[in-house]
């Protein structure tokens, strides 16, 4: 009788629950664990087992995690990459070339824009040393039905923001296997190729929270998600901290 009335069946419910969601999770399938293991090198297993984009798709292996894609595809929409007489461009789900073989590189179409790739050379930093050469490239962004939304002018253009900016290089040289190699100028433009920001800075690198922060001149100056300036570049030193930003060396009117 004692055990009767001390009997919780809500708890009872709660405990059966946990044991449950346990055992769902721990019985999820790992369809490819080379794939599971170097989504982990990135991210938790909480991430690569979710679907960012609700295609059905796990993160682990959905190249386009953003976009909603197709399995057959990897997770990505379709057009896709298509190459015919070394030039790529991109075709349906059946093979049929939607979009014209004219570019040197393409990638995937995400967020129904794809980066394309022209007048590329091979680049020898190191004199002739061909382990350290790289091809560089000029990059354009087209949409999905071809049309050269930005001209294939820039160095590098990165993803596009929430608020559809983009950080670009202009008259510069692109990647090597190591990390930038002489970028050029650094910008910023909207998805219509409409600069933002002049191309006037050396760098602009992600601090946190949306905002980047900018170089020149040996000064530093702080950028929204918007592309507007809200610290002028009349610093030294900026860092983040918890709740504030830190300035080093604050100029007399501040």
């Not at 510069?172 to 409409?194: L, S």
């Not at 690198?205 to 001149?217: M, T, V």
């Amino acid at each position: 009788n004692t055990n009767f009335k001390n009997y919780n069946p809500m708890k009872s419910y709660i405990s059966f629950f946990l044991v449950f969601a346990f055992l769902y999770a721990s019985a999820q399938e790992i369809k490819d664990k080379e794939a599971f293991k170097k989504c982990r090198k990135e991210f938790n297993k909480k991430t690569c087992l979710a679907d960012n984009d609700g295609d059905g798709i796990l993160n682990y292996l959905d190249v386009c995690k953003d976009s909603f894609g197709v399995a057959d595809n990897n997770g990505c929409p379709w057009p896709v990459p298509f190459e015919q007489n070394g030039k790529w461009g991109f075709s349906d789900e059946k093979g049929n070339i939607v979009i014209d073989c004219n570019y040197e590189k393409v990638e995937f179409f995400k967020n129904g824009l794809a980066n394309v790739y022209d007048k590329c050379r091979t680049i020898h930093p190191h004199g002739e040393d061909v382990a350290f050469s790289f091809i560089d490239c000029k990059q354009g962004v087209i949409n999905a039905q071809g049309k050269l939304l930005i001209p294939i002018e820039y160095t590098y253009i990165s993803e596009f923001s929430k608020n559809g900016i983009a950080k670009a290089y202009l008259d510069g040289i692109g990647y090597n296997y190591y990390g930038q190699y002489n970028n050029g100028k650094v910008g910023y433009i909207d998805k219509t190729g409409k600069i933002i920001m002049p191309f006037i800075y050396k760098e602009a690198r992600f601090l946190r929270l949306g905002y980047s922060i900018l170089y020149l001149d040996n000064k530093v100056g702080l950028l929204n998600q918007d592309g507007k300036i809200v610290i002028p570049v009349l610093y030294d030193e900026i860092k983040a901290t918890d709740k504030y930003y830190y300035y080093k060396d604050i100029p007399p009117w501040a």
